[in-house]
């Protein structure tokens, strides 16, 4: 394929899109206006005949892939502290790693989780960190869409509490709309067992104040929910809701440990989830009720959660996971069918940040998407192209990605970032870190 500089109109001919949207697979074209998608169909539209035009064989394309949820600037922790359970892992691993952090560990582990995700057709991703001004930074200059939050654990004096809450309102004042609007942002506290009632209450308001989204972790594991009902006396749901959490556009990682009625609790607050596989299976900390909430009506994503407990940020291996887990821990094949998978990874991804026109290839929608090379043996024969994509597909068949209609890696090479000096200022900063 001859790829374009961009120009403001074009049109790929003879591809094959995966389009996520319900029907599946369209075998034609697709043109692109602006950072818009035109149109796309079988049949060439007549106005479309001067556009410049690029051959789509050999490629298939689909939407851009939307982790929901995740810490990017810890790949540099990544194979640091692994096969332990979550407390112990935060408590005595990532946490006194994390407090050694400057804002430059945060940008080159930023840059390096950016540039995996990008090579690996995710082009929109949610972080929950700190120095996010240095995150921000990042993203804009990899061209790459994001929904930034600067995640706070309020287990502090109140005079540091004041500190990391008037920081996230001021990043959300800096950097909400930011980079040509591909930057969204939102207010979270880290958790529950990690904010005090009041404090959370205070991010309730900000973000009513501020007009934003709310993102939190929440019942990821039994034990986090034991702790909460001696504490609180409520399950985590019941005690997110008490504190209006749920009154304001909300979206939680994990809700792994629900009930039946606090399934219907997120459905009716139209609570949305971002389910992490990957890091739930290698934290043990249970299997999400993943069908029972999308048959409640709950819009579930898929995140990678961060480098340390996954240990990649290959969206195509979440896919895959939430393919196959839900239908080995429920005896039923067709939980979580590929179509719904492709969907909980693309379309759902872009709803629960809040995201619009985000997610299908279909006409009106951002122009975020990717093509994977298929002319490889795992693609073969030609049958069903959305199941290639769940259960054959691994983010290194990613050749091609657009941002806003905007190219930013062609034939497997990010051409917004300078990935030697990305991989070197990565190892660089976590030797600093050991060394400290
Ligand atoms: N250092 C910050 C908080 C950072 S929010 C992101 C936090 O989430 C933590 N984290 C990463 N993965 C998980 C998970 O699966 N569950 C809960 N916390 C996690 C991570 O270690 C990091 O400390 C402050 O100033 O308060
Ligand atoms: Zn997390």
């Not at 819009?299 to 996971?321: I, K």
Request: hydrophobic share 40%; aromatic share 6%; with cysteine.
């Amino acid at each position: 394929m001859t790829t374009t500089n961009s120009p403001k109109k074009w049109i790929i001919k003879n591809g094959v899109f995966a389009t996520a949207e319900q029907g599946g697979v369209v075998h034609g074209c697709m043109v692109i206006d602006g950072g818009t998608i035109a149109y796309i169909g079988a049949e060439e539209p007549e106005d479309a005949r001067d556009l410049p035009s690029v051959d789509g064989k050999g490629l298939l394309f689909m939407p851009g892939l939307v982790n929901s949820h995740g810490h990017t600037a810890m790949s540099l922790l990544r194979g640091y502290g692994d096969d332990m359970v979550l407390q112990e892992w935060l408590q005595q691993k990532m946490w006194p790693m994390e407090a050694k952090f400057t804002s430059n560990d945060v940008y080159w582990g930023s840059s390096l989780s950016i540039m995996e995700m990008l090579k690996s057709g995710t082009t929109t991703f949610l972080d929950m960190y700190d120095h996010m001004d240095r995150v921000a930074e990042a993203v804009e200059k990899s061209g790459m869409r994001a929904s930034l939050t600067r995640g706070v654990i309020g287990l502090c004096s109140e005079e540091e509490q004041e500190r990391k809450l008037a920081d996230a309102i001021s990043f959300a004042k800096t950097w909400h709309g930011g980079a040509d609007g591909r930057i969204t942002v939102m207010m979270s506290p880290h958790a529950p067992y990690t904010c005090p009632p009041a404090y959370i209450e205070r991010f309730v308001q900000a973000a009513h104040d501020l007009d934003l989204p709310l993102h939190t972790h929440m019942s990821e594991t039994a034990a986090e929910v034991e702790q909460n009902v001696r504490d609180y006396g409520l399950r985590p749901v019941a005690h997110l809701e008490k504190l209006g959490f749920f009154s304001r556009p909300s979206m939680v990682a994990h809700a792994v440990h629900l009930n039946d009625e606090e399934i219907e609790t997120l459905a009716a607050n139209k609570v949305a989830v971002s389910h992490n596989p990957g890091s739930n299976l290698k934290l043990a900390s249970g299997v999400a009720k993943v069908p029972q909430m999308l048959k409640a009506g709950v819009v579930v994503s898929l995140g990678t959660d961060s480098s340390a407990s996954n240990n990649n940020l290959d969206m195509f291996e979440e896919m895959r996971l939430a393919a196959l887990i839900h239908k080995g821990v429920s005896g039923d094949p067709t939980a979580v069918p590929a179509l719904e998978a492709l969907r909980m990874g693309t379309l759902y991804g872009a709803q629960s940040l809040y995201l619009e026109n985000l997610g299908t290839l279909a006409a009106g929608m951002k122009a975020d998407f990717v093509a994977l090379d298929i002319e490889q043996a795992h693609f073969l024969p030609r049958t069903d192209y959305v199941s290639h994509i769940v259960y054959s597909a691994a983010g290194q068949d990613v050749r091609h990605v657009w941002v806003d209609g905007r190219q930013i890696v062609k034939n497997r090479e990010c051409l917004t970032l300078d990935e030697e000096k990305i991989r070197f200022e990565a190892q660089a900063a976590f030797e600093g870190l050991l060394a400290r």
